[in-house]
C-alpha cells in the first residue's frame, strides 16, 4: 500500500513531488536523443567495431527513430489521430534533417572561444569525431568550456619538459585519429568540473583529472 500512495503521490497536482517528477521526466526526454546520439555512437564503435562515421550513422538512426515518435505523438494529441503516411514521411524527412545538421555541424565546427588558442582548434579536425560530437554537445550547455589540448606529436613532450608518452591518446593512433582531449578545469567551480566529469562517463568515455602542464581533466575514447 505505501508504494501505491507513493505512486499516487508523484500523480497528484499540488505535491511537489509531482512538480519535481514532471520536471526529471521533462528534462530526460529533452536530453534522451542526445544521449542516444552519442552513446549509440560509442556502442557501435566500441562493442560493433563500427567505422567512426558509420558509428555516428547508426547512432544517428536510433536518434531519428525517437525523434519520429516524439513528433508523433505531439501530432497526435494536438490533431486527435496519428496522421497519413505522407504526414509520417514528412516527420521522418524533419527528424532526418535535424539529426543530420546538428551531426554535421558538431564534428566540423567549433568556436575560437572554446579553444585554447587558434592550434588547438585546428587539432580539433584530428580529433576521432565521437569525441568531437561530444564535446560540442556538452558546449551547448556549457558555453565556458575551453579545450587546452588535443593532438600531439612525441616531441611536443620534450617542449613541455614532460617525458615521451609513445602510447599516449594525445597522438594520432592507428585509425589516424586523436583519441583524448584536455579541457580547462583551473579558474571553474568544482561543482561545473564535477558535472563536466559526470557528463563524459555517462556517454562513455573515459576521464582523468590530472595535472601534466597545468590542472585539466583529460578524456579520451574507451578501450
Same mark, same amino acid.
Given at each position: 500500500?505505501?508504494?501505491?500512495?507513493?505512486?499516487?503521490?508523484?500523480? =497528484?497536482?499540488?505535491?511537489?513531488?509531482?512538480?519535481?517528477?514532471?520536471?526529471?521526466?521533462?528534462?530526460?526526454?529533452? +536530453?534522451?536523443?542526445?544521449?542516444?546520439?552519442?552513446?549509440?555512437?560509442?556502442?557501435?564503435?566500441?562493442?560493433?567495431?563500427?567505422?567512426?562515421?558509420?558509428?555516428?550513422?547508426?547512432?544517428?538512426?536510433?536518434?531519428?527513430?525517437?525523434?519520429?515518435?516524439?513528433?508523433?505523438?505531439?501530432?497526435?494529441?494536438?490533431?486527435?489521430?496519428?496522421?497519413?503516411?505522407?504526414?509520417?514521411?514528412?516527420?521522418?524527412?524533419?527528424?532526418?534533417?535535424?539529426?543530420?545538421?546538428?551531426?554535421?555541424?558538431?564534428?566540423?565546427?567549433?568556436?575560437?572561444?572554446? +579553444?585554447?588558442?587558434?592550434? %588547438?582548434?585546428?587539432?580539433?579536425?584530428?580529433?576521432?569525431?565521437?569525441?568531437?560530437?561530444?564535446?560540442? =554537445?556538452?558546449?551547448?550547455?556549457?558555453?565556458?568550456?575551453? %579545450?587546452?589540448?588535443?593532438?600531439?606529436?612525441?616531441?611536443?613532450?620534450?617542449?613541455?619538459?614532460?617525458?615521451?608518452?609513445?602510447?599516449?591518446?594525445?597522438?594520432?593512433?592507428?585509425?589516424?585519429?586523436?583519441?583524448?582531449?584536455?579541457?580547462?578545469?583551473?579558474?571553474?567551480?568544482?561543482?561545473?568540473?564535477?558535472?563536466?566529469?559526470?557528463?563524459?562517463?555517462?556517454?562513455?568515455?573515459? =576521464?582523468?583529472?590530472?595535472?601534466? =602542464?597545468?590542472?585539466?581533466?583529460?578524456?579520451?575514447?574507451?578501450?
Amino acid at each position: 500500500m505505501g508504494h501505491i500512495h507513493y505512486i499516487y503521490g508523484l500523480q =497528484t497536482k499540488g505535491n511537489l513531488l509531482y512538480y519535481i517528477y514532471q520536471l526529471i521526466k521533462i528534462l530526460f526526454l529533452l +536530453t534522451l536523443p542526445f544521449i542516444l546520439l552519442i552513446r549509440g555512437s560509442i556502442y557501435l564503435y566500441q562493442e560493433k567495431n563500427f567505422e567512426p562515421y558509420l558509428a555516428i550513422i547508426g547512432g544517428a538512426g536510433i536518434t531519428v527513430f525517437v525523434l519520429i515518435i516524439y513528433f508523433s505523438f505531439f501530432y497526435g494529441r494536438l490533431a486527435g489521430r496519428f496522421g497519413s503516411f505522407d504526414s509520417l514521411k514528412r516527420r521522418a524527412v524533419i527528424a532526418l534533417l535535424l539529426v543530420f545538421v546538428y551531426s554535421f555541424h558538431g564534428i566540423f565546427f567549433f568556436s575560437s572561444s572554446n +579553444t585554447k588558442t587558434k592550434d %588547438v582548434k585546428s587539432e580539433l579536425l584530428d580529433l576521432h569525431p565521437i569525441l568531437r560530437l561530444s564535446l560540442s =554537445t556538452l558546449i551547448h550547455i556549457d558555453k565556458d568550456l575551453i %579545450v587546452t589540448d588535443a593532438a600531439r606529436k612525441i616531441s611536443d613532450y620534450d617542449d613541455m619538459g614532460l617525458s615521451r608518452n609513445t602510447r599516449s591518446k594525445h597522438l594520432k593512433q592507428s585509425d589516424g585519429y586523436v583519441h583524448a582531449v584536455d579541457l580547462r578545469t583551473k579558474g571553474r567551480s568544482e561543482y561545473r568540473n564535477a558535472m563536466m566529469t559526470l557528463y563524459f562517463k555517462m556517454m562513455g568515455f573515459e =576521464t582523468l583529472r590530472h595535472s601534466g =602542464t597545468a590542472d585539466h581533466l583529460h578524456v579520451n575514447m574507451p578501450r
